[in-house]
């Protein structure tokens, strides 16, 4: 089963600093049909404008994944880690026991797009910690980069989760299941028009599905796909 969500669907907010689109129920913004997806509680698209960004705030068991899409996010958390999330790279932060953090625009003047992304763990009260690498688009049309148990170029994750990548140019086609027991949401980031199955989609526009399922796609123009391959 397939079903779509539109980008003019999400819940949006401006703050003047900060311009957030939130495909899940999130701060002021609640939606009884999309609270969440499997163990996916937060899918947020963010604008943060230069010489802003998040002071620090605390989380606690939550796994929170971000991409980076444009500009640099500068990171510094209670663990003593400090470092830059440049446009192209993904975070992956354990809250665990708990932790604080801040994110800040590491410019003055432009802008950083990025997609937040918070997954319920499969354990509790684990240690905090995270760790980080650059998407390259890689040999295949889907390149995993976040899994459980991690591995060789892949940041490792406290739940049954696989995170993939798809940087498609104009033209670009190819498949990919969501087996029979597990569920898929599929974002279209930044630019770009693609074609699934019976489906367009915009920039914005996200896919929840439900195995099992074949995504065939099309890439009408140069896009970035996310797809979360997740347990129940």
């Given amino acids: ?60 068991n939550m796994e929170i994944v971000t991409y980076v899409l444009a500009g640099t996010l500068e990171h510094k958390d209670s663990t003593g880690g400090e470092g830059l999330i440049k446009a192209g790279e993904l975070q992956r932060m354990s809250a665990g026991s708990g932790i604080y953090h801040s994110e800040k625009n590491a410019s003055e003047t432009e802008d950083v797009h990025l997609m937040q992304i918070w997954f319920i763990p499969e354990k509790e009260g684990i240690e905090p910690g995270y760790e980080q690498k650059e998407v390259s688009k890689g040999n295949d049309f889907f390149n995993s980069v976040v ?11 406290n739940q049954d989760i696989t995170v993939y990548v798809g940087d498609l140019s104009t033209g670009d086609s190819g498949s990919i299941e969501i087996p029979d027991g597990r569920l898929g949401y599929l974002h279209n980031s930044m630019i770009g028009t693609i074609k699934v ?36």
């Fill in 197 to 232: 199955n019976e489906s367009k989609l915009e920039p914005g526009d996200g896919l929840k599905i439900t195995g099992p399922e074949t995504l065939e796609i099309n890439a009408e123009s140069d896009s970035r796909l996310i797809l979360f391959d997740m347990a129940p």
């Fill in 1 to 60: 089963m397939i079903e779509v969500r539109k980008s003019g669907e999400r819940g949006t907010a401006d703050h003047g600093w900060l311009r957030t689109y939130h495909s899940f129920s999130f701060g002021n913004y609640y939606d009884p049909d999309n609270v969440q997806f499997g163990p996916l509680r937060v899918l947020n698209e963010d604008f943060i404008k230069g010489g802003t960004g998040f002071d620090t705030h605390p989380h606690q």
């Fill in 147 to 157: 899994t459980k148990g991690g591995g060789k170029d892949k940041l490792d994750i």
